[in-house]
Nanobody, 114 residues
Framework: QVQLEESGGGLVQPGGSLRLSCVAS????????MGWYRQAPGKERELAAR??????EYADSVKGRFSISRDNALKTVYLQMNDLKPDDTGVYYC?????????WGQGIQVTVSS
């Protein structure tokens, strides 16, 4: 069973930075896709950034501020978040896709507030 463990969230002031990490365990296979989604209070979960194969996709709202990266083993995915804004507040979920099976992390809170 694939397990995803997230870390790195917290409280930061507007303009600050955070780096999220997500480590996958329980499989020897490479994911088809891996990345980060987020859910703001009262809103639906949305894509923040992800790899689909070697292609990187960013939500328009985070382009130029967020940067996704991963390790060579394709077990860990990172999200460097710079110039954070209050609208970035929410729960961030990592997501790995192995064939037809989608796995989610437990979610990690990111709060941007002065």
């Amino acid at each position: 069973q694939v397990q995803l463990e997230e870390s790195g969230g917290g409280l930061v002031q507007p303009g600050g930075s955070l780096r999220l990490s997500c480590v996958a365990s329980g499989t020897v296979f490479a994911p088809n896709a891996m990345g980060w989604y987020r859910q703001a209070p009262g809103k639906e979960r949305e894509l923040a950034a992800r790899y689909v194969g070697a292609i990187i996709e960013y939500a328009d709202s985070v382009k130029g501020r967020f940067s996704i990266s991963r390790d060579n083993a394709l077990k860990t995915v990172y999200l460097q978040m710079n110039d954070l804004k209050p609208d970035d507040t929410g729960v961030y979920y990592c997501n790995f896709l192995y064939g037809p099976s989608k796995y989610w992390g437990q979610g990690i809170q990111v709060t941007v507030s002065s």
